[in-house]
């Protein structure tokens, strides 16, 4: 995961998807991370996209890896992980790529390693052993899609992007750290609303 903000020059076949009036932004209330209540089955992202009158979709990557990223190992306190990587989609059109970074320890043996969505959430997974989210950390930092980001994307390799890195933990540890990658002038703004609910239409 590199921070630098250089551009490269897009082919004619190479393009960002941006917004348009026939697919406007999808606003992400970023900070509203929650565990899902028994009646949901998806995720928070999925049933945002799923409020605004959108069509939610994901592809997801699940793998074990003995070293990760110095920049997450410093954050998780940990080198070994289980990941999580899932491209985001919105009305089929990819928006995001997120990845999730667990501590081996604590997701070896649980539902963390399945490549499949888990319907009860990973935040309730990691509670139901004992690690329960109290907080988070976000850190929006400019970024640029390296080749697989891009293709995943389809967007040209070195075009910028933001990356959103998400940092979880308990009382005791850091459970989590998560890499959301957006596309800039992409189909996702990020949005914080900070106190108390905003009045009708704000």
């Known amino acids: 995961m590199g921070y630098s903000a250089t551009v490269h020059p897009r082919t004619p076949e190479e393009k960002v998807v941006r917004v348009t009036e026939e697919s406007p932004a999808f606003r992400y209330p970023a900070a509203r991370e929650r565990v ?11 049933q945002f996209v799923k409020d605004a009158g959108r069509s939610p979709g994901k592809k997801l990557q699940v ?7 110095s920049q997450i190992a410093e954050r998780m306190g940990a080198k070994a992980a289980v990941v999580r990587r899932a491209v985001r989609l919105i009305d089929d059109r990819p928006v995001s790529v997120e990845t999730s970074y667990y ?14 969505d888990i319907p009860r959430g990973t935040i309730r997974v990691l509670a139901d052993h ?19 980001e891009a293709r995943d994307l389809t967007a040209a390799k070195g075009a910028a992007a933001l990356c959103m890195v998400r940092t979880v933990w308990s009382r ?31």
């Open 63 to 69: 793998s074990r890896e003995e070293s990760i990223p």
């Open 103 to 116: 501590p081996a320890d604590l997701a070896t043996g649980t539902e963390l390693e399945s490549d499949e």
């Open 130 to 148: 004992g690690h329960t989210q109290v907080g988070y950390r976000d850190e929006v930092v400019p970024h640029t899609l390296d080749e697989h």
């Open 36 to 46: 899902r209540d028994d009646t949901v089955d998806c995720d928070a992202l999925d």
């Open 172 to 202: 005791e540890r850091v459970l989590r750290v998560t890499t959301t990658v957006t596309p800039m002038g992409g189909d996702v703004v990020l949005c914080y609303d900070i106190g108390e609910p905003a009045p009708a239409g704000a």
